[in-house]
Every structure is written in structure tokens, then in C-alpha cells.
């Protein structure tokens, strides 16, 4: 296995102007792992429980390897979310942890060699932890969300040392430095000690810093914007995915990943759920990125 | 005169988190205007009072050609506006519209050759019925704002249907077409009559529109922000500058225009008022119109 993600796989309950999806496959590694799996084989670590239904252990099973995969007892872990009239600002209504609460992942020995790891939005001390187990990783990035944020501060600026990597969206970049101005922010975090940063800005596109390298980059533009949970999952995914089928992870590459990242997650929102993501193939992203490519020469 | 800039000339109060000036130079006009007098001779018509200083007369008539600019019995018009710590979000606090509010603009006759003539934030009314005294108009755009999206939406449609390009940001677009997506707002202003329409997005850039045709740009990531004042001003006056020196307006030297409007925005919002456009020089700009292609480069 050349990647893994590790993260959440979850029942997601999301309410949007145009559609109500309740208990349908979501999480961030859902997302991430099902976007990298369009560039190279995909290992998943993450956990649900024995109410998961069949359909959906059958996409995943179909998308990812799943020697990572923990079958508990109890109640997969479940996100209810609502989306305001412009699909801008969402309203957590409801979390229940369940199986995740005490998960305790492991890795399994064919994913060790991994060298390209993911941590989504996971404790950042269970980030820490897990990174460790991996031989001879070259590339690692992690996410991570205002819970954690707000929680752990001091733990997620640890996580942030350990790996090579921070994929963040906009708001949580300047909820944890305390920083609005997003270059600020991004000197702050490259100051805890990661090389690379990437800010997030969804519709927005996102801004790529390594030392006094400074690379932005448009969202591409789409007027069928129906549901956009998981589209900075799969930003990330397409992001780590890219970078694992080249194996390489110069700067010129990774600024490439964050176009495939823009990409990504522009077919994300198109689709209600994992839709977006589960209806497209490589084809259609290599026409996309040809389209991106076209649209933003000048 | 080829090119002819209609709008406000104020004296601004501007309270930021760093720095609070007192009725300095402002108005939409004035940036928008000296921001195009680096591509090419530019004429004002806008309305002064008797108590406007005259080193700000100076520094408009170094600028500017000011053949119509009218010198009127009684104040010049006041803006008082306060942002919040981030500076992104600007509350008004007085607008004293004094000389403005009984102004009847007149084009003086050496500016009725103009073929490039931008119409500012103005009362849409008076905008349509100014753009008829040009003889020879080859590309006219226009601004608005939520004052008169607010309270006069039929004349601000009435005006789109009179010039070529509308140049408009995100927020007061999706005010105007009832519309949450960008790509629709646009849409629905093409439907009303003009060819293109250009949304400003602040420090996220540009999107322009033409036909079935989609140009969106990153803004030019900035560090050192102080005030924001004037930024959308000069974007405009920057393209419609860009466009009267290349005497073009194919679709590829608009495409570039909204660049040099990104770039010129860049520059406004790294000095107090003015100051950010006034201490630079067209080496300055051809310098960060290369460090942009640079950049954004992949």
C-alpha cells in the first residue's frame, strides 16, 4: 500500500436547501480516501459499527483497501448537519461519536510502508500516535477542525511538527493562529514546524505556502452546486492521491496536487453525499483539469 | 481625452484598527481615476466644495486632466466608515452627500471624443444620461452599490442595459440578482444587456464573464494589508486604464485587464487612503504584473 488514510467514516445526515440525505455515507477519510483512490490503491483505516450498511461497505470495499477497517459493536459514528439558503454556512445539529469514542486504530503491517500518509480530522494525539507506526514514511499531511481546535490547541500544534504537511481550511487557519491575514496565518503554522501549508478557501480556491513560496490558485467555478460536504476532504484526498502516483513531492508537483485538489472538489459539490465523487472517472478529471487549465491561462 | 472616469471625489474619514485618518482624499472616482492615469491620460468629472483642500486639488490635477471637475458653492462630500479588526467588514458611520446631492455633471467638450468611459458607483440615472453625451463611446463599464441596488434596482438594470461591462463584488452582485451563486449572479446581469460582467471578490480576486466563457483570477495574496478603501475603485479604474493604453477590448485584453486590476487593487490596500497608489510608478507595476504571472504559474 503506498497510501493510507486514516479518519472518519460516518453516517451523515445533511440537509440542504434542495435535498434532505439522511444515514448516507460520509466522513472525512470517506471523502479523502475515495478522492486519492482515482489516483493510486488507497488504504483505509477507520472504524464503524455493526449497523453500517451493506451498500456502503460494498463502495468503500469497491474504492479502498479495507485491512484497515475496524467492525465494532454499537453504532457507527453519526453527523447531522444544515446548510443555510446559500450553501455557505453550515449548523451542526447533531454528532454522536459512537463507535469512534474508544477506537483505538491500528495499523495494519502492509500499510507500514506506506510513504504517503493522511490523518484527516482525527484527535491530533491519535494522529501523532498513529504516524509513528508507519517504516518509512516520505510524505505525511494532516487536517484538522475547530473541535480540536478549541480542545487541544497545544496538541494540534504538536501534530503539525510531526508532519510534512497542513491542509486547512480558511476559517480554522485563523481560528488557531489568531491571525486574519491568511499569509500570517500560514507563517505562523510553518513556524510550529511544518514545510508545507495549504489554506483551504472552498469556492474560493486555495493558497499554497513553503518557505517564502507563495502559490494561489483559483477555484474552478460551477453553477450546480447542490451539497458541498466533503469537498475540502476531497481536496485533500486528490491532493495526497496525486502526490502518491507520482512519487514525488517537489514543490512544482505539489503545486499541481492543489489544482487536482480544486478539481476534486468541484465535483464533490456537484453531487449530494459521496454522488459527486462516486459518478466520475479518471476521464472526466483529466477533462477537467484540461478545462481548469484553459479557463485560468490569460 | 480617451478615457473619461464619472464619480465621487470625497473627503474620507477611515477608521482602522492601526490607524485612523481624517478627511483624506477618497471618493470612487479619485481612486479609480488615478489608478488609470498610470495606463493612459485620464479626465475626471466629478464635484468638489469650496472647503476641499488644496493639496488634494494638487494631487488630483498631477493626476488627472480636470477640465470637469466642478468647483461648487458649499462642502465636499463625506464619508466616515470604521472596519472591524480583521478589516473585512467596513461599517458607515455618516455619509454627508453636501455638493453632491444637486450635482448635474457636465461632459466638458474635449472629453466627448472619449471611447472608453467608466461610469462609478453613481446614481444610475445619472450615469445613463451622462454615457449619451459621448459620441464615440467604444467601452463603457459601470459600478453600483447596495444604496442604489436598495433604492433604485430598475434604473440600476435600466443602466446595465447602456454599457458594455459591469463591474460589480460578490456581495453587492448577489444583492441585486437575489442569487447565491456567482456564476448565476453573473448570468442574470448578462441577461439584462450587457456583454461583460466582471465580479470583484476582494483579496480572492476576479471572476469575468463574456458569453459562455468564465475567467476567474486569483487576487494577489498581500501580507502587510492596511486599508482596504479604494481597492475595487482602482481594479476598475486599472482595467478600463489597461484597456484605453491597448485601445482593444478583444476578449484577451479584458481577460488581462482584470489581472492588472487584481494588481492594482494589491497596491491600494497596502497604504492608508491614496497612499498606497500614489507612491508607486509604472515600473512598480509592470514588476507585480510579473511577480503575479510568476506565481500563479503551475
Known amino acids: 500500500m503506498m497510501l493510507t488514510v486514516f479518519g472518519s467514516t460516518a453516517l451523515d445526515t445533511i440537509r440542504t436547501p434542495t435535498k434532505v440525505l439522511k444515514d448516507v455515507l ?21 472504524v464503524i459499527g455493526k449497523d453500517f450498511p451493506k451498500k456502503y461497505h460494498k463502495i468503500l470495499a469497491s474504492r479502498l483497501n ?12 453519526r453527523y447531522d448537519g444544515k446548510y443555510d439558503e446559500t450553501l455557505s454556512t453550515r449548523t451542526t445539529l447533531r454528532t454522536e461519536l459512537n463507535v469512534l469514542e474508544n477506537f483505538h486504530p491500528v495499523v495494519p503491517e502492509q500499510y507500514k510502508k506506506s510513504q504517503f500518509v493522511y490523518l484527516a480530522n482525527n484527535d491530533p494525539d491519535q ?9 518509512r514514511v516520505k510524505f505525511s499531511m494532516c487536517d484538522t477542525i475547530e473541535f480540536w481546535i478549541s480542545t487541544k490547541k497545544a496538541s494540534v500544534v504538536k501534530m503539525f511538527k510531526q508532519v510534512d504537511a497542513v491542509v486547512i481550511n480558511d476559517e480554522e487557519a485563523k481560528l488557531l493562529t489568531k491571525e486574519s491575514n491568511l499569509i500570517k ?12 501549508v495549504i489554506i483551504k478557501k472552498g469556492q474560493h480556491g486555495s493558497i499554497l505556502f513553503f518557505e517564502d513560496v507563495i502559490f494561489p490558485s483559483v477555484g474552478l467555478p460551477i453553477e450546480n452546486v447542490v451539497d458541498p460536504t466533503g469537498a475540502g476532504d476531497s481536496f485533500a484526498g486528490a491532493m495526497i492521491g496525486y502526490l502518491t502516483s507520482k512519487k514525488k513531492t517537489d514543490l512544482a508537483t505539489i503545486k499541481k496536487s492543489t489544482i487536482y485538489g480544486n478539481v476534486m472538489g468541484s465535483f ?14 479518471k476521464m472526466d478529471i483529466k477533462k477537467r483539469i484540461a478545462l481548469y487549465e484553459k479557463i485560468t491561462r490569460f
Open 66 to 77: 479495507l485491512d484497515g477497517l475496524s467492525v465494532k459493536n454499537g453504532k457507527t459514528f
Open 127 to 135: 494522529n501523532v500516535a498513529l504516524i509513528k507506526e508507519f517504516d
Open 268 to 281: 464533490a459539490v456537484q453531487g449530494y453525499g459521496l454522488e459527486g465523487l462516486l459518478r466520475i472517472n
Open 185 to 196: 496565518c500560514a507563517k505562523k503554522i510553518m513556524d510550529w514546524g511544518t514545510e508545507y
Open 26 to 46: 460520509g466522513g472525512a477519510a470517506t471523502f479523502a480516501g475515495i478522492s486519492a483512490s482515482f489516483f493510486v490503491n488507497t488504504g483505509l483505516i477507520a
